[in-house]
């Protein structure tokens, strides 16, 4: 049924996205910067909340990039990811999407944290802290953590040294592993060509790849 709520939560989204397009058209991209973006899509998030039941992935721009509701058509499944994010960015807003105790939260972030000066101690305390909070705000919601995807082959040890302080937490608290990284890995340690246009972002083929290995985790999930 539509309703005042529901036109607002449109008009928001409409306007939303008005405010990108005219934001690249005109040239002036540069000026919309990344704390209004991350404000935008938070003002996003409030404005469609989730809801017990719902599937909720949470990470950057690769997360952000994905047609969620067409890649698992008839799941509740809710996208909160924002371009630029990283664990400290997600650990700062983990309390807005555990406060509606979430079926299940699937996490992939970290990728910025290699671009910047944080040590991998600082970003594995920031993601103990994200694991701990589901944990003690949502105890029911289902934790899912998937590695880090390649990258440039220059990033390939800084990744798996990430990815092998994943896997680690996991185990140190009960979160499932998903361990996407092998699969989008070429020979020379970049990501795979058919899978990107950038050595960073996903193409259409690398997210039917990336859905063909959630896929059994979000079955598993059903009602």
Do not use: K
């Amino acid at each position: 049924m539509s309703g005042p709520t529901s036109h607002a939560r449109r008009g928001v989204r409409l306007a939303a996205a008005c405010v990108i397009a005219i934001a690249l058209c005109s040239g002036t991209a540069a000026a919309f910067d990344a704390s209004s973006y991350y404000r935008l899509r938070m003002d996003l998030f409030a404005a469609t909340p989730l809801a017990p039941g719902d599937i909720v992935f949470v990470g950057d721009s690769i997360t952000e990039g994905a047609q969620w509701s067409e890649l698992f058509p008839g799941v509740p499944v809710r996208d909160r990811g924002i371009g630029g994010d990283t664990t400290e960015g997600v650990l700062a807003r983990i309390d807005s999407h555990t406060a509606a105790s979430p079926r299940a939260i699937f996490l992939l972030v970290g990728t910025n944290d290699l671009d910047s000066p944080v040590a991998l101690a600082d970003s594995s305390a920031h993601y103990r802290a994200i694991l701990r909070r589901i944990h003690h705000d949502a105890p029911r919601t289902r934790v899912f953590v998937q590695s880090l995807l390649p990258r440039q082959a220059a990033y390939r040890e800084r990744v798996e040294a990430f990815n092998g302080a994943l896997a680690g937490l996991c185990r140190e608290h009960g979160a499932t592993w998903i361990d996407l990284y092998p699969h989008f890995l070429a020979p020379d340690g970049s990501l795979r060509d058919e899978y990107t246009d950038d050595e960073l972002h996903l193409n259409g083929a690398g997210y039917r790849a990336w859905r063909a290995l959630l896929l059994p985790h979000v079955e598993s999930l059903a009602p």
